[in-house]
DNA sequence: ACAAAAGTGTTTTCTATACACCCATGG
DNA sequence: CCATGGGTGTATAGAAAACACTTTTGT
């Protein structure tokens, strides 16, 4: 049996930075498509996994290194690349925000990040990809505490409470939000604080891995 | 670029039946692994869609018609097929009661419910996707309503009770559990009564399938 | 009459939510 | 001293969980 059919993967990268929630894309510089946004990906070769083909070309085409991965969908519909059959595995990814530095090569003219709420006309079914990981991303983000790998290391209370107002689109009470965390016992409050200009300094906190492990392993139920 | 990447489709389609959840196998005809037991599946063509390769061959290898089918997850690690680089996009389906006549052709020698407690040994990685489909319907069935697709049209409030149990490998409690799917209101209890051998005659019911689309629409928070 | 399955409400506990004032710093 | 952001507790309402006896049928 003679195959044709062309395999390729793609990653929608988020990342957030003071109260934005942003996509990495890439200008393409090859046709199809050529000039036009998309996301990062390509082909995957013959003699690698998935997930490393995803790595691949995210370091090549933006430099950008990741801080979680997880698979999102197989797009596979006849009609979806020009090129012809070509069956695409896309990847849901998040980066910390010391990762928003770019360099772009190989295959883009550029990497850019770009805010969810203001993106370009995207290649291929690019939109529909980055619009099925963005409710990936806000499904996910109220059962499984995944909101802390868009963080530093060591961050303010409000930096992860922001987050979570943006990333569900409404308020939330800080106190039983607070209390929610708090409660799992996730993050370790550390001495030092931090301001922010103006107003009363902060503490800083960090996540506690062993028992963010444990969660996230025992699949633990995390409502916000 | 020359590719030289394989794609299959699996699918792993659970069947409910008076307290046994299976899963359909196929007896492999050829080889790789001739004669051991494996998920039904095979070549996406070019032409075809994913889910009409697995619809394709699900009709082919068994003879079942899919209720209801989604995306599990694409298994893509380099060495997971003894032919080469193969990478396999696997479904989860469920199927009615009726759907237990089964005829196996083409590829397959034959095809068979098996328990899932009591799977024989599996070709390829199938062991692992089982796994992941077996657990991807154990958190399903507990936020949406996708228990009723397992069941005839119309059944005795029991059996809806008795696949929970199963499911959830655990007892719930009976007037609990009728409460929450009552208040959901997607049952609609029919005059008619069926008795199970022995003791009393339970009401028949059926979906009110509005209702049931509207839920599932509106990704509705389902918890038992 | 007894064994087997169906049917049915109330109480208690826990969790989610609503809500407002004081504190520390920089300008 | 004032503007800005950080920090903190309690009361209420609603949902989940615990719990046992009666009814209907077949044998």
Redesign the pocket.
């Given at each position: 049996m003679k195959n044709t059919i062309q395999l390729t993967v793609d990653a929608v990268v988020f990342g957030y930075e003071s109260g934005n929630i942003s996509v990495l894309l890439v200008k393409r510089k090859y046709e199809p498509y050529k000039n036009a946004w998309a996301l990062p990906g390509g082909f995957v070769l013959e003699n690698e996994n998935l997930e490393q083909a995803v790595e691949r070309e995210l370091s090549e085409e933006t430099g950008v290194k990741i801080n979680y991965l997880e698979q999102l969908y197989t797009f596979g519909d006849v009609a979806r690349d020009p090129r012809g059959r070509v069956v695409s595995i896309a990847y849901f990814g998040l980066v910390k925000p010391n990762a928003f530095k770019l360099h772009a090569s190989t295959d883009a003219q550029k990497a850019e990040w770009f805010n969810i709420a203001q993106l370009p006309k995207l290649a291929f079914d690019h939109k529909k990809i980055v619009q099925i990981a963005i409710e990936r991303l806000q499904g996910k983000i109220t059962y499984e505490p995944i909101g802390f790998e868009l963080l530093d290391k060591r961050f303010?209370?409000?930096d992860l409470e922001k987050l979570y107002t943006t990333l569900l689109g409404r308020e939330i009470?800080?106190?039983?939000f607070?209390?929610?965390i708090t409660s799992l016992k996730v993050l370790d409050e550390l001495d030092e604080?931090v301001?922010?200009?103006?107003?009363?300094?902060?503490?800083l906190f960090s996540f506690n891995q062993k028992r963010y492990f444990q969660l996230k392993k025992a699949g633990i139920i995390f409502?916000i």
């Open positions: 303010p209370f409000s009470d800080r106190r039983n607070k209390k929610k604080k301001s922010k200009g103006r107003g009363r300094p902060g503490s409502e």
